[in-house]
């Protein structure tokens, strides 16, 4: 009997050495396991970190457009942080295939929950195709109104800065569904003044002062035409309009000083400018 129960004992001992030296061996590879998943998502970000700034420096040096670049640094920084965490994960023994099956159907949903943000994405690639505007210009979007300096192009938004340094977002599928008018991509611009002079006035003399304004603004492109020329009859006045010529970037600087020198110039010579005016005549009636 003693026999007997020592065989059990020895059986046990048997059994439960080869379950918990296997569930020892198990429990020791999925540590290993964890611990070079761990491993590689420390490296892995660090090294795509360095990769970003890698390829940031080297684009620097370049003449790559700024718009380009800076889409391409967001994709890099995206696409390598994707492929660290896409190893980390197959090192736990998630086999690849069953990863991109995982992926396949995350996308899927994904693309129906999120198809602003896809579409976002996807202007983001026609901006950066089509190049309506780069970083540095000045654009007006019509759709709402918005305008400002484009100081970056990223994958979903592309941000403004305004003349009193606010920031707007916006997201790139409006950009790229939106009529777009770029104030500076041309080098010169046309400075188109209209000026109302009441019909007693005489249009030489009106037009003989404007050109001595216009002769004397500096940054008027002295090889382009100057037009000055009567617009239209209103009901209130004569509307004249003068046209010149400026760089870019002198554009408001200089339509700014010639409307202050015309204001000048037309009290100086006596030249009216009407305004509305409400006429008020009391008739007297007759006592009965």
Not at 22 to 35: H, P, R, Y
Not at 83 to 108: D, H, N, P, Q, Y
Request: glycine share 8%; with cysteine; hydrophobic share 45%.
């Amino acid at each position: 009997m003693l026999l007997e129960i020592t065989s059990f004992k020895e059986l046990g001992h048997s059994i439960a050495y080869e379950y918990l030296g296997k569930t020892g061996v198990k429990l020791a590879d999925f540590a290993g396991s964890l611990i070079g998943a761990f491993l590689i998502l420390l490296i892995g970000l660090k090294v795509a970190k360095y990769i970003v700034n890698l390829s940031k420096r080297i684009m620097d040096r370049t003449s790559i457009d700024p718009t380009l670049e800076t889409f391409l640094i967001s994709f890099i920084r995206i696409g390598s942080k994707i492929l660290v965490i896409f190893m980390a994960v197959t090192k736990l023994g998630v086999a690849e295939s069953s990863i991109v099956a995982l992926l396949g159907s995350a996308g899927l949903a994904l693309g129906l929950s999120l198809q602003g943000s896809l579409a976002n994405i996807a202007g983001g690639v026609i901006l950066l195709l089509l190049k309506p505007f780069k970083v540095g210009d000045y654009i007006l979007e019509e759709s709402s109104g918005k305008e400002g300096t484009v100081q970056a192009i990223g994958i979903m938004y592309t941000k403004l800065v305004t003349v009193d340094n606010k920031a707007i977002m916006i997201p790139n599928g409006n950009l790229s569904n939106s009529s777009i008018t770029n104030i500076t991509f041309q080098e010169k611009r046309s400075v188109n003044i209209k000026i109302g002079v009441e019909y007693k006035e005489n249009i030489k003399r009106v037009r003989e002062a404007l050109m001595e304004v216009i002769g004397e603004e500096p940054d008027r492109l002295a090889e382009e035409p100057v037009k000055i020329f009567v617009s239209e009859f209103k009901d209130s006045c004569i509307e004249m309009e003068l046209r010149y010529w400026v760089k870019t970037e002198n554009y408001w600087e200089s339509r700014w000083r010639v409307l202050e020198k015309i204001k000048e110039k037309f009290d100086e010579e006596h030249i009216a400018i009407p305004f509305n005016q409400l006429e008020v005549n009391v008739i007297a009636m007759p006592d009965k």
